[in-house]
């Protein structure tokens, strides 16, 4: 049975790095892309960024362009999410997802529907 265990998160000041993990586990291989969206209560599902298979191919949302990277290791299966200058506004939670096929490009990687894995969400709070 295939799931995705995230990692990371809590709770740290304006201005601060966070990363989130995402590992893969009980997919037999790396054929798939990955994103990242986050969520807060009451409020509809946001596309962070996502991955291709090959890790040189990433998309971010307007406003995490230059703040976030995204990355994986197709080896050990697990994606990370590098989140830099966080601002008060990106306290929510965050989820991994990946659509399993190998997609070498990122198109559509912004479309939540895509995805057919979720991963249980980390919660991120930044302080003012």
């Known amino acids: 049975q295939m799931q995705l265990v995230e990692s990371g998160g809590g709770l740290v000041q304006a201005g601060d790095s966070l990363r989130l993990s995402c590992a893969v586990v009980?997919?037999?291989?790396?054929?798939?892309?990955m994103g990242w969206f986050r969520q807060a209560p009451g409020k509809e599902r946001e596309f962070v960024g996502g991955?291709?298979?090959?890790?040189?191919?990433?998309k971010y949302a307007d406003d995490m362009k230059g703040r976030c990277t995204i990355s994986r290791d197709n080896t050990n299966n697990t994606g990370t999410l590098q989140m830099n200058s966080l601002e008060p506004e990106d306290t929510t939670d965050y989820y991994c997802a990946i659509v399993p096929i190998r997609q070498h490009d990122t198109v559509g990687v912004e479309a939540d529907w895509r995805y057919v894995y979720w991963g249980q969400g980390r919660q991120v709070t930044v302080s003012s």
């Open positions: 009980g997919h037999r291989n790396s054929d798939y892309a």
């Open positions: 991955i291709g298979w090959s890790a040189g191919t990433q």
